[in-house]
């Protein structure tokens, strides 16, 4: 059946070039006298025959019930997104790392994470220039990206705020007070008074002061940690400190340790 006769002047497009409106000027006629069994009977026949079985026996399927194209199209879309959710922290990195991003910027980052989360004390001057390094890096390279307030703070700031802290900054985090949480929790439920407030809360603090007095936990033995050791860059810009006789991690306090069991951190903002 044709719909459109030949005509002189203007050249006939295909059918899969026309556009949507003259695609359904087309078919109208094939429409009106063909009903839609028989079309996408005859639809499955011409798939199979050139060649596509697949898309044939897939039309076959979601024409058969009612409901079952909607399915189709939900376990379509969910198939979709698994893959989008099920990408490891590496992978992405890695996809960051094929897409051009500069590798020596992330390994720069890494080092001064370390650093700063070490809970060793650090040689200031030389945190200052490196992470004066890393910013003019990033700047040379992301100029059409603004540095983040949190990376701003880290590099530009950083050292300025280590240099006026008390203790090395690793040891300031707030990963051994968020560890207390489920302590908190469990003293509150299990050992604590429920007749009044304040003496609820008198016997969790007083349960909490027992539990993290220095002379008890120095008695208690400290677990050993499985790390990694530090970065050849890391060890560079720490000092050797006062307290710890080696360099080594498995002699630092013991809260970091605690810290590593807490589920319930918060991320970094
Ligand atoms: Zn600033």
């Known amino acids: 059946m044709t ?11 295909s059918f899969g070039d026309s556009s949507e409106r003259s695609k359904r000027r087309k078919t109208q006629g094939l429409r009106e006298t063909v009903d839609t069994e028989e079309l996408t009977f005859a639809t499955q026949m011409k798939l199979r025959a050139c060649g596509k079985p697949d898309a044939s026996k897939v039309l076959k399927e979601i024409t058969k019930s009612p409901k079952r194209a909607t399915k189709y199209r939900k ?3 969910s198939s979709l997104q698994e893959k989008r959710g ?10 960051f790392v094929d897409a051009g991003m500069n590798v020596e910027l992330i390994y720069r980052f890494r080092v001064i994470l370390e650093v700063i989360s070490s ?11 490196y992470t004066m390094d890393t910013a003019k890096l990033y700047v040379q390279l992301y100029s059409w990206h603004p540095m983040t307030p949190t990376m701003h703070k880290i590099l530009i700031h950083g050292p300025t705020v280590i240099e006026n802290a008390l203790l090395p900054i690793g ?15 469990s003293y509150r439920q299990n050992y604590a008074r429920k007749f009044s407030r304040e003496s609820c809360n008198l016997d969790i603090i007083n ?19 499985r790390t990694k050791p530090f970065l050849k860059e890391t060890t560079e ?15 630092d306090d ?4 605690e810290a590593e069991e807490s589920s319930d951190e918060e991320s970094w903002e």
């Open 3 to 13: 719909t459109a006769t030949t005509v002189f002047g203007r050249p006939q497009k």
């Open 75 to 77: 376990a379509y879309s």
């Open 86 to 95: 099920q990408l490891s922290p590496l992978q992405a990195l890695s996809m």
């Open 119 to 129: 809970g060793h004390t650090v040689d200031t001057l030389k945190f200052a220039a």
């Open 171 to 185: 040891q300031l985090s707030e990963e051994a007070a968020e560890a207390r949480n489920k302590h908190f929790r």
């Open 207 to 225: 349960r909490l002061l027992l539990s993290s007095d220095p002379l008890l936990t120095s008695m208690r033995p400290t677990p050993r940690k």
């Open 237 to 251: 810009m720490l000092l050797p400190s006062l307290f710890t006789i080696s360099a080594d991690r498995n002699e």
């Open 254 to 257: 013991e809260s970091a340790s």
